[in-house]
């Protein structure tokens, strides 16, 4: 996926603020599962992961058909480090609602961290099914594959990526180490140069850069 693991990102999943909480900005108490739900992803927006939690759980109790609270409490689990609370979430959010991107994307990368990476590749699948021209889905999925060592397949995505997006520097910087690990140095080298050339300060590209083109030149 990437050189530098970004984690769990909180995403826009539709949300429209309805109401916000007393305790945040002095407005009323929550009462409906809209009300909960969106005090959580407040609370969840300031780091404040036990209130989230538990407001989530609230808008669940209140409303168990909406796949969104689920969603965001297991991003709020795997916040926390409880991977299996948050895949437990992810997987009813799913059950509810098996269309939406975002999710697939964070039971895949909570896998990864899981190390269980055949059940990774299968989520990033199903993201790029429903979000085919999504670069970063192709990046997770190639990241995937280059930890089980399958380096073609890792290449094709990342190329893939980079087809979408051209300035994407982390599927270059990420195909570089691919085609490192082939033995192939010189596309290495081009790719660490391409990332150089869309962030000329990426430091880890320049020490990767510096170090092959001494290891080609012995």
Request: a negative charge; proline letters at 3%; charged letters at 30%.
């Given at each position: 996926m990437q050189k530098k693991m970004r984690f769990?990102?909180?995403?826009?999943?539709?949300?429209?603020?309805?109401?916000?909480?007393h305790a945040v900005w002095g407005q009323a108490a929550p009462t409906t599962a809209d009300?909960?739900?969106?005090?959580?992803?407040?609370?969840?927006?300031?780091?404040?992961?036990?209130?989230?939690?538990?407001?989530?759980?609230?808008?669940?109790?209140?409303?168990p058909n909406d796949w969104r609270p689920y969603g965001v409490r297991g991003q709020s689990y795997f916040r926390k480090g409880d991977y299996d609370r948050g895949i437990a979430d992810l997987d009813q959010a799913i059950k509810l609602n098996p269309n939406v991107p975002f999710v697939y994307e964070l039971r895949g990368k909570a896998y990864n961290d899981k190390k269980d990476y055949d059940r990774a590749?299968?989520?990033?699948?199903?993201?790029?099914?429903?979000?085919?021209?999504?670069?970063?889905?192709?990046?997770?999925?190639?990241?995937?594959?280059?930890?089980?060592?399958?380096?073609?397949?890792?290449?094709?995505?990342?190329?893939?990526?980079?087809?979408i997006n051209p300035n994407h520097a982390d599927a270059?910087?990420?195909?570089?180490?691919?085609?490192?690990?082939?033995?192939?140095?010189?596309?290495?080298?081009?790719?660490?140069?391409?990332?150089?050339?869309?962030?000329?300060?990426?430091a880890d590209a320049k020490e990767l850069l510096k170090m092959t083109r001494q290891q080609r030149g012995r």
């Open positions: 769990f990102l909180c995403k826009v999943i539709a949300v429209t603020v309805l109401a916000v909480p009300d909960f739900f969106n005090r959580g992803f407040k609370y969840y927006e300031q780091d404040d992961i036990d209130r989230a939690i538990a407001d989530f759980t609230q808008a669940i109790r209140l409303n590749i299968a989520d990033f699948s199903q993201w790029i099914r429903l979000d085919p021209n999504n670069a970063n889905a192709y990046d997770s999925r190639g990241y995937t594959y280059r930890l089980k060592n399958d380096y073609d397949r890792a290449i094709a995505d990342y190329t893939q990526a980079i087809r270059y910087y990420s195909r570089g180490v691919a085609y490192a690990n082939k033995g192939d140095l010189d596309r290495a080298i081009a790719d660490w140069e391409a990332v150089l050339r869309i962030d000329p300060n990426d």
